[in-house]
Protein backbone atom coordinates (compact mmCIF):
# COMPACT_ATOMS: atom_id res chain seq x y z
CA UNK A 1 0.00 0.00 0.00
CA UNK A 2 1.26 3.60 -0.64
CA UNK A 3 2.44 5.63 2.50
CA UNK A 4 0.82 8.62 2.62
CA UNK A 5 1.75 10.12 6.10
CA UNK A 6 2.86 13.67 6.05
CA UNK A 7 5.62 14.86 8.82
CA UNK A 8 4.15 14.75 12.09
CA UNK A 9 4.81 18.06 14.32
CA UNK A 10 8.11 18.91 15.74
CA UNK A 11 9.84 16.33 13.54
CA UNK A 12 12.25 17.53 10.89
CA UNK A 13 11.37 17.93 7.36
CA UNK A 14 12.25 15.45 5.33
CA UNK A 15 15.05 15.45 3.16
CA UNK A 16 15.78 15.85 -0.40
CA UNK A 17 17.01 12.81 -0.86
CA UNK A 18 13.54 11.00 1.47
CA UNK A 19 11.60 13.12 -0.53
CA UNK A 20 12.82 11.78 -3.66
CA UNK A 21 12.74 8.67 -2.63
CA UNK A 22 8.79 9.23 -2.00
CA UNK A 23 8.33 10.14 -5.57
CA UNK A 24 9.09 6.22 -6.30
CA UNK A 25 6.82 4.49 -4.04
CA UNK A 26 4.37 2.32 -5.92
CA UNK A 27 0.98 1.10 -4.52
CA UNK A 28 0.61 -2.60 -4.53
CA UNK A 29 -3.19 -2.74 -5.01
CA UNK A 30 -5.75 -0.92 -5.95
CA UNK A 31 -7.49 1.83 -4.19
CA UNK A 32 -9.88 0.24 -1.98
CA UNK A 33 -11.32 2.83 0.68
CA UNK A 34 -14.22 5.32 -0.49
CA UNK A 35 -11.97 8.01 0.44
CA UNK A 36 -9.43 6.46 -1.56
CA UNK A 37 -11.21 5.63 -4.61
CA UNK A 38 -12.79 9.33 -4.39
CA UNK A 39 -9.54 11.05 -4.42
CA UNK A 40 -8.72 8.98 -7.11
CA UNK A 41 -7.06 11.38 -9.89
CA UNK A 42 -9.92 10.12 -13.02
CA UNK A 43 -12.87 10.39 -10.64
CA UNK A 44 -11.97 14.00 -9.50
CA UNK A 45 -11.76 14.28 -13.24
CA UNK A 46 -14.91 12.99 -14.06
CA UNK A 47 -16.70 14.87 -11.38
CA UNK A 48 -15.37 18.12 -12.45
CA UNK A 49 -16.33 17.50 -16.20
CA UNK A 50 -19.89 16.69 -14.56
CA UNK A 51 -19.94 19.91 -13.04
CA UNK A 52 -19.02 21.47 -16.37
CA UNK A 53 -21.88 20.22 -18.13
CA UNK A 54 -24.39 21.17 -15.70
CA UNK A 55 -23.09 24.84 -14.66
CA UNK A 56 -22.99 25.29 -18.41
CA UNK A 57 -26.16 23.56 -19.59
CA UNK A 58 -28.35 26.08 -16.45
CA UNK A 59 -26.60 28.97 -18.18
CA UNK A 60 -26.96 28.32 -21.34
CA UNK A 61 -30.13 26.52 -23.49
CA UNK A 62 -27.66 25.78 -26.30
CA UNK A 63 -24.87 23.97 -24.26
CA UNK A 64 -26.60 20.79 -24.72
CA UNK A 65 -27.57 21.09 -28.47
CA UNK A 66 -26.05 17.56 -30.21
CA UNK A 67 -24.98 19.84 -32.97
CA UNK A 68 -23.22 22.70 -31.12
CA UNK A 69 -21.38 19.80 -28.86
CA UNK A 70 -20.43 18.44 -32.40
CA UNK A 71 -19.07 21.44 -33.75
CA UNK A 72 -17.41 22.23 -30.48
CA UNK A 73 -15.21 19.74 -30.92
CA UNK A 74 -13.25 21.22 -33.33
CA UNK A 75 -12.18 23.80 -31.40
CA UNK A 76 -10.04 21.20 -29.13
CA UNK A 77 -9.76 17.35 -31.33
CA UNK A 78 -6.28 18.74 -32.94
CA UNK A 79 -4.71 19.65 -29.92
CA UNK A 80 -6.22 16.71 -27.99
CA UNK A 81 -4.22 14.39 -30.60
CA UNK A 82 -1.14 16.29 -30.07
CA UNK A 83 -2.07 16.14 -26.33
CA UNK A 84 -1.97 11.82 -26.40
CA UNK A 85 1.68 11.54 -27.87
CA UNK A 86 2.98 14.16 -24.93
CA UNK A 87 1.99 12.57 -22.51
CA UNK A 88 3.92 9.58 -23.23
CA UNK A 89 6.87 12.13 -23.63
CA UNK A 90 6.00 13.36 -20.10
CA UNK A 91 5.88 9.89 -18.91
CA UNK A 92 9.31 8.93 -19.64
CA UNK A 93 10.70 12.92 -18.52
CA UNK A 94 10.93 14.46 -21.61
CA UNK A 95 8.90 17.17 -23.48
CA UNK A 96 8.33 19.02 -26.52
CA UNK A 97 7.44 22.14 -26.86
CA UNK A 98 7.74 22.76 -30.54
CA UNK A 99 4.60 20.66 -31.41
CA UNK A 100 2.79 23.97 -32.36
CA UNK A 101 5.67 25.29 -34.39
CA UNK A 102 6.38 22.25 -36.27
CA UNK A 103 1.96 22.28 -37.11
CA UNK A 104 2.98 26.06 -38.78
CA UNK A 105 6.39 24.29 -40.59
CA UNK A 106 3.81 21.26 -42.04
CA UNK A 107 1.20 23.70 -43.11
CA UNK A 108 3.49 25.78 -44.87
CA UNK A 109 5.11 22.85 -46.67
CA UNK A 110 1.42 21.69 -47.63
CA UNK A 111 0.47 25.62 -48.68
CA UNK A 112 3.76 25.19 -51.04
CA UNK A 113 2.54 21.51 -52.13
CA UNK A 114 -1.08 22.61 -52.74
CA UNK A 115 0.20 26.08 -54.73
CA UNK A 116 2.15 23.23 -56.74
CA UNK A 117 -0.94 21.34 -57.90
CA UNK A 118 -0.46 18.32 -55.68
CA UNK A 119 -3.52 16.34 -54.54
CA UNK A 120 -5.01 15.69 -51.20
CA UNK A 121 -3.25 12.62 -50.32
CA UNK A 122 0.09 13.75 -51.30
CA UNK A 123 -0.63 17.31 -49.40
CA UNK A 124 -1.48 14.78 -46.58
CA UNK A 125 1.65 13.08 -46.90
CA UNK A 126 3.57 16.16 -46.64
CA UNK A 127 1.79 17.35 -43.68
CA UNK A 128 2.95 14.07 -41.69
CA UNK A 129 6.30 13.69 -43.50
CA UNK A 130 7.43 17.54 -42.16
CA UNK A 131 5.96 16.35 -38.67
CA UNK A 132 8.09 13.12 -38.89
CA UNK A 133 11.29 15.07 -39.69
CA UNK A 134 11.07 17.63 -37.05
CA UNK A 135 10.31 14.93 -34.83
CA UNK A 136 13.90 13.10 -35.86
CA UNK A 137 15.17 16.24 -35.21
CA UNK A 138 14.15 16.59 -32.04
CA UNK A 139 15.02 13.18 -31.03
CA UNK A 140 18.33 12.66 -32.38
CA UNK A 141 19.36 16.38 -30.53
CA UNK A 142 17.90 14.60 -27.23
CA UNK A 143 19.14 11.10 -27.52
CA UNK A 144 22.22 11.96 -29.76
CA UNK A 145 23.96 14.33 -27.90
CA UNK A 146 22.52 13.87 -24.34
CA UNK A 147 20.93 17.20 -24.61
CA UNK A 148 17.99 18.68 -22.29
CA UNK A 149 14.48 18.30 -24.06
CA UNK A 150 12.88 21.32 -23.11
CA UNK A 151 16.13 22.96 -23.86
CA UNK A 152 16.38 21.33 -27.50
CA UNK A 153 12.53 21.80 -28.17
CA UNK A 154 12.50 25.47 -27.15
CA UNK A 155 14.94 25.90 -29.71
CA UNK A 156 13.70 24.08 -32.38
CA UNK A 157 10.22 26.26 -31.36
CA UNK A 158 12.06 29.03 -32.32
CA UNK A 159 13.82 27.55 -35.14
CA UNK A 160 10.38 26.26 -36.59
CA UNK A 161 8.20 29.29 -36.02
CA UNK A 162 10.91 31.51 -37.32
CA UNK A 163 11.29 29.83 -40.85
CA UNK A 164 7.09 29.52 -41.28
CA UNK A 165 7.26 33.23 -40.46
CA UNK A 166 10.16 34.37 -42.84
CA UNK A 167 8.71 32.96 -45.47
CA UNK A 168 5.37 33.65 -45.51
CA UNK A 169 6.03 37.00 -43.74
CA UNK A 170 2.35 38.65 -43.52
CA UNK A 171 0.98 36.72 -46.38
CA UNK A 172 -1.47 33.69 -46.32
CA UNK A 173 -2.04 30.53 -48.63
CA UNK A 174 -5.69 29.82 -49.46
CA UNK A 175 -5.49 27.70 -52.52
CA UNK A 176 -6.08 24.17 -51.11
CA UNK A 177 -8.68 21.66 -53.28
CA UNK A 178 -12.29 21.18 -51.38
CA UNK A 179 -11.46 17.11 -51.17
CA UNK A 180 -8.37 18.43 -48.91
CA UNK A 181 -11.08 20.70 -46.92
CA UNK A 182 -13.23 18.10 -46.44
CA UNK A 183 -10.71 16.18 -44.33
CA UNK A 184 -10.46 18.92 -41.71
CA UNK A 185 -14.44 20.10 -41.92
CA UNK A 186 -16.37 16.52 -42.63
CA UNK A 187 -17.84 14.17 -40.57
CA UNK A 188 -18.18 10.26 -40.38
CA UNK A 189 -21.33 9.83 -39.08
CA UNK A 190 -24.51 12.24 -40.26
CA UNK A 191 -26.34 11.79 -36.81
CA UNK A 192 -24.95 11.54 -34.08
CA UNK A 193 -22.56 14.30 -35.80
CA UNK A 194 -18.97 12.94 -35.51
CA UNK A 195 -16.53 15.47 -36.82
CA UNK A 196 -13.44 13.45 -38.25
CA UNK A 197 -11.14 15.15 -36.12
CA UNK A 198 -12.81 13.68 -33.07
CA UNK A 199 -13.20 10.26 -34.18
CA UNK A 200 -9.29 9.89 -35.02
CA UNK A 201 -9.07 11.08 -31.72
CA UNK A 202 -10.92 8.99 -29.94
CA UNK A 203 -9.49 6.42 -31.67
CA UNK A 204 -5.91 6.97 -31.06
CA UNK A 205 -7.04 7.38 -27.96
CA UNK A 206 -8.16 3.94 -27.41
CA UNK A 207 -5.13 3.02 -28.65
CA UNK A 208 -3.15 4.33 -27.15
CA UNK A 209 -4.42 3.77 -23.61
CA UNK A 210 -4.54 -0.12 -24.32
CA UNK A 211 -0.99 0.01 -25.45
CA UNK A 212 0.27 2.29 -22.35
CA UNK A 213 -1.66 -0.23 -19.98
CA UNK A 214 -1.66 -3.43 -21.12
CA UNK A 215 1.59 -4.17 -23.14
CA UNK A 216 5.12 -4.66 -22.12
CA UNK A 217 6.28 -1.61 -24.26
CA UNK A 218 3.47 0.56 -21.63
CA UNK A 219 5.21 -0.67 -18.82
CA UNK A 220 8.97 0.11 -20.32
CA UNK A 221 7.41 3.46 -20.29
CA UNK A 222 6.18 3.61 -16.79
CA UNK A 223 9.84 1.98 -15.77
CA UNK A 224 11.71 4.57 -17.87
CA UNK A 225 10.16 7.28 -15.77
CA UNK A 226 10.43 5.97 -12.85
CA UNK A 227 14.01 5.61 -12.79
CA UNK A 228 15.50 5.75 -16.30
CA UNK A 229 18.94 4.35 -14.45
CA UNK A 230 17.21 1.15 -13.06
CA UNK A 231 15.43 0.87 -16.56
CA UNK A 232 19.30 0.91 -18.53
CA UNK A 233 20.24 -1.63 -16.50
CA UNK A 234 17.10 -4.19 -17.02
CA UNK A 235 17.60 -4.17 -20.40
CA UNK A 236 15.24 -1.61 -21.79
CA UNK A 237 16.64 0.46 -24.28
CA UNK A 238 15.97 4.03 -23.12
CA UNK A 239 17.33 6.11 -26.00
CA UNK A 240 15.92 4.09 -28.37
CA UNK A 241 12.29 4.41 -26.73
CA UNK A 242 12.92 8.02 -25.80
CA UNK A 243 13.76 8.58 -30.17
CA UNK A 244 10.76 6.65 -31.13
CA UNK A 245 8.37 8.65 -28.74
CA UNK A 246 9.44 12.12 -30.57
CA UNK A 247 9.10 10.65 -33.30
CA UNK A 248 5.33 9.94 -32.69
CA UNK A 249 5.14 13.46 -31.33
CA UNK A 250 5.58 14.99 -34.23
CA UNK A 251 3.79 12.72 -36.39
CA UNK A 252 0.58 13.44 -33.97
CA UNK A 253 1.76 17.26 -34.64
CA UNK A 254 1.94 16.80 -38.27
CA UNK A 255 -1.53 14.95 -38.15
CA UNK A 256 -2.85 17.66 -36.29
CA UNK A 257 -1.76 20.44 -38.62
CA UNK A 258 -3.17 18.36 -41.83
CA UNK A 259 -6.71 18.39 -39.76
CA UNK A 260 -6.00 22.65 -38.92
CA UNK A 261 -4.54 23.46 -42.05
CA UNK A 262 -8.01 21.10 -43.86
CA UNK A 263 -10.97 22.81 -41.67
CA UNK A 264 -9.28 26.54 -42.00
CA UNK A 265 -8.46 26.46 -45.57
CA UNK A 266 -5.36 28.17 -45.34
CA UNK A 267 -1.52 28.35 -43.93
CA UNK A 268 -1.12 32.34 -41.78
CA UNK A 269 2.73 32.58 -40.23
CA UNK A 270 0.90 32.59 -36.76
CA UNK A 271 -1.09 28.90 -37.09
CA UNK A 272 -1.43 27.03 -34.03
CA UNK A 273 0.36 30.18 -32.35
CA UNK A 274 1.05 29.18 -28.33
CA UNK A 275 -1.04 25.71 -28.49
CA UNK A 276 2.01 23.81 -27.09
CA UNK A 277 0.77 25.03 -23.47
CA UNK A 278 -2.48 24.48 -23.99
CA UNK A 279 -1.51 20.75 -24.94
CA UNK A 280 1.08 20.35 -22.04
CA UNK A 281 -2.06 21.61 -19.48
CA UNK A 282 -4.43 19.04 -20.85
CA UNK A 283 -1.69 16.32 -20.16
CA UNK A 284 -0.97 18.05 -16.36
CA UNK A 285 -4.33 18.17 -15.97
CA UNK A 286 -5.07 14.60 -16.90
CA UNK A 287 -2.95 13.57 -14.12
CA UNK A 288 0.40 12.39 -16.05
CA UNK A 289 3.23 13.76 -13.37
CA UNK A 290 5.10 16.20 -14.86
CA UNK A 291 8.21 14.23 -13.26
CA UNK A 292 7.46 11.48 -14.71
CA UNK A 293 6.53 7.79 -14.42
CA UNK A 294 2.80 7.97 -13.71
CA UNK A 295 -0.37 8.84 -15.27
CA UNK A 296 -3.04 7.32 -17.70
CA UNK A 297 -4.69 8.13 -21.15
CA UNK A 298 -8.20 7.95 -19.80
CA UNK A 299 -7.07 10.81 -17.69
CA UNK A 300 -5.73 12.54 -20.55
CA UNK A 301 -9.14 11.92 -22.26
CA UNK A 302 -11.42 13.22 -19.25
CA UNK A 303 -9.21 16.59 -19.22
CA UNK A 304 -9.99 17.63 -23.10
CA UNK A 305 -13.04 17.25 -22.53
CA UNK A 306 -13.44 19.09 -19.08
CA UNK A 307 -11.29 21.92 -20.83
CA UNK A 308 -12.81 21.73 -24.41
CA UNK A 309 -16.54 21.68 -23.17
CA UNK A 310 -15.51 24.44 -20.22
CA UNK A 311 -14.43 26.60 -22.94
CA UNK A 312 -17.24 26.33 -24.76
CA UNK A 313 -19.83 27.09 -22.37
CA UNK A 314 -17.66 30.29 -21.54
CA UNK A 315 -17.92 31.19 -24.89
CA UNK A 316 -21.67 30.29 -25.31
CA UNK A 317 -22.35 33.38 -22.85
CA UNK A 318 -20.28 35.89 -24.40
CA UNK A 319 -17.29 35.77 -21.60
CA UNK A 320 -14.33 37.16 -23.32
CA UNK A 321 -11.04 35.05 -24.46
CA UNK A 322 -8.91 36.67 -21.53
CA UNK A 323 -11.59 36.00 -18.86
CA UNK A 324 -11.66 32.43 -20.00
CA UNK A 325 -8.06 31.99 -19.66
CA UNK A 326 -8.16 33.06 -16.17
CA UNK A 327 -10.64 30.94 -15.31
CA UNK A 328 -9.12 27.98 -16.89
CA UNK A 329 -6.04 28.73 -15.20
CA UNK A 330 -7.80 29.11 -11.50
CA UNK A 331 -9.38 25.18 -12.53
CA UNK A 332 -6.05 23.91 -13.20
CA UNK A 333 -4.47 25.06 -10.19
CA UNK A 334 -7.62 24.15 -7.76
CA UNK A 335 -8.05 21.19 -9.75
CA UNK A 336 -4.35 20.28 -8.86
CA UNK A 337 -3.94 21.43 -5.51
CA UNK A 338 -7.53 20.30 -3.58
CA UNK A 339 -6.72 16.58 -3.75
CA UNK A 340 -2.91 17.17 -2.16
CA UNK A 341 -4.27 19.46 0.16
CA UNK A 342 -6.72 17.14 1.30
CA UNK A 343 -4.64 13.96 1.42
CA UNK A 344 -2.26 15.90 3.86
CA UNK A 345 -5.10 17.12 6.07
CA UNK A 346 -6.71 13.79 6.06
CA UNK A 347 -3.91 12.15 8.46
CA UNK A 348 -4.45 14.81 10.69
CA UNK A 349 -7.54 14.51 11.14
CA UNK A 350 -7.72 10.82 11.49
CA UNK A 351 -5.32 11.18 14.78
CA UNK A 352 -7.73 13.54 16.31
CA UNK A 353 -10.62 11.34 16.10
Known sequence: MAETSSPAAGVAPPSPASADAARYRVADRAPGRWSERLLAWNTILVLLLAAVVAVNATLSPYFLDVYNLSDATFNFSEKAIVALAMALLILVREIDLSVAATMALASLAMGFAAE???PPAL????????????????????????????VVTIGTMSLFRGIAQVILGDQAITRYPPAFQAIGQGYVLDWPPVPVSLALFLGIAAVTGVVLARTPFGRRLYAIGNNPVAA???????????????????????????????RIGSTRPNIALGWELEIVTMVVLGGVSIAGGSGSILGVVLAVF????????????????????????????????????????????????
Open 123 to 150: LVAVGLGVGLACGAVNGALVTGFGLPSI
Open 232 to 262: RFSGIRVDRIRFLLFLLAGLAAGLASVLLTA
Open 116 to 118: AGA
Open 306 to 353: VLGLATFGLTLVNVPGIVINIALGLLLVVAIATPIVIRRLMPGLAQRS
